[in-house]
């Protein structure tokens, strides 16, 4: 397989030639990232790998608007984020869960799989980032577990750098709090 170089990759795809083998490679390059953040947003390993899969079907049927004007990486991000928003939405209605009992139906759906592993500090650190503002949450989990630049979760989100930063201090702090509570 050639070297991942994304000005050469983002030229093959828009060649249809060699759109194919392109595209390939960026489903090697992006899907463990992918679902790793995907299965941080919905939790459970089957549903990540049903997003993950409509995250790169949706990817395919739209490369003609990929502009590249944001990196490839980033359309990725943000495609993948809107199908677990889109699904998150969706489970929600079907199982009559408001608003704000989202974290204790995803805690359940977390508890319910069986690849979670963790152990009770897991658990209190995901009961914890479950307690948070879908929003605070996305942020955080950007942030925190997948070290990306607020610049990268700006482009991704559509939200500014300030209030991105705002966003992620609010969620450390009701975080902090609420493991501290639990000592």
């Known amino acids: 397989m050639q070297q991942y170089i994304e000005d050469d990759i983002v030229k093959r795809l828009r060649d249809p030639k060699t759109q194919r083998e392109a595209f390939s490679q960026v489903v090697a390059a992006y899907s463990q990232k992918l679902y790793w953040q995907i299965r941080k947003m919905v939790l459970g390993h089957e549903d990540a790998n049903d997003i993950l899969q409509n995250t790169f079907l949706k990817a395919w049927a739209n490369l003609d608007h990929f502009r590249g004007d944001a990196k490839l990486s980033t359309w990725m991000y943000k495609i993948a984020v809107n199908e677990c928003i889109t699904f998150l939405n969706k489970q929600r209605a079907q199982n009559n869960v408001p608003l704000d009992d989202t974290d204790v139906y995803l805690l359940q759906t977390l508890k319910a799989d069986e690849y979670f592993d963790g152990d009770e500090i897991d658990e209190k650190l995901q009961k914890a980032i479950l307690s948070l503002p879908e929003k605070q949450r996305l942020v955080f989990t950007m942030k ?13 989100l559509g939200t500014s750098v300030g209030a991105l930063k ?13 493991l501290t509570d639990d000592i």
């Open 166 to 178: 705002a966003s992620y201090h609010h969620a450390v702090k009701k975080i902090e709090a609420i």
């Open 144 to 156: 925190y577990k997948d070290d990306l630049k607020y610049e990268e979760i700006s482009e991704i």
